[in-house]
Each structure stands twice: as C-alpha cells, then as structure tokens.
C-alpha cells in the first residue's frame, strides 16, 4: 500500500519562501511519477509540478519559475520549493503518485493522479 505523507507546510508572508516534502513509502518510481497538487479555498483541485524517475518534470505555467519540483529517489521523497510566494498561492497542497507517462503538459491533472497524501496547508499573508 502506498502511502505519502506532506510535510513543510505553513504561514508566510508574501515574497517568502517554503519547502514542501512528500514521503513516499510502499512506493517505486519504477513505472510512477510523483505530483504536487494545490486546492485553493473556493478553488477546484489543480496540478502544480510533477517529477519522474528521471529527473524529467514537468511544472504548471501559473507557478513556473517560482515553484522547482525535485526528488531523491534513494529516500523516495519530492520536494517542491515555493518562492515568491504570493497570497493566491495559500492552499491546501497534495503530493501523489501517477502514471509516469501522464507527467507532461498534455495529461498531468488530479484526475491521472492515484494515491494522495494528507494535504499540507501553506497560508501566504500579504
């Protein structure tokens, strides 16, 4: 059984930075790919960055060049680091696993997405 859990979460002020980690256990890249998913208040579910066993990424538009999504896939744990935090970023943020051929622009979405964590809350004052 896999099981992800979110941790790094938090309140911070706008322009600050956070790292998300998500820990994977009962869980193999081999085949997978592991997703960020942010649910903001009022908001459907959303796809933020996902990694592959690779190293191959993919990261939405909307977070591109603030957000890196990274892995070590020794300890089977995705980091996502947030900087320049704006206040439309406060969310509820998943990590799951995915197919690894739906991590790309054309499929990566909560639908593809299988497994999830938690949730871990990231609050962005301005």
């Known amino acids: 059984e896999v099981q992800l859990v979110e941790s790094g979460g938090g309140l911070v002020q706008a322009g600050g930075s956070l790292r998300l980690s998500c820990a994977a256990s009962?869980?193999?890249?081999?085949?997978?790919?592991l997703g960020w998913f942010q649910e903001a208040p009022g908001k459907e579910r959303e796809g933020v960055a996902c990694i592959k066993q690779n190293k191959e990424s993919f990261t939405a538009d909307s977070v591109k060049g603030r957000f890196t999504i990274s892995s070590d896939n020794a300890k089977n744990t995705v980091y996502l680091q947030m900087d320049s935090l704006k206040p439309e970023d406060t969310a509820v943020y998943y990590c799951?696993?995915?197919?690894?051929?739906?991590?790309?622009?054309?499929?990566?979405?909560?639908?593809?997405?299988?497994?999830w964590g938690q949730g871990t809350q990231v609050t962005v004052s301005s």
């Open positions: 799951a696993a995915l197919p690894y051929s739906y991590c790309n622009r054309a499929y990566f979405s909560p639908g593809v997405a299988g497994s």
């Open positions: 009962g869980f193999t890249f081999d085949g997978y790919a």
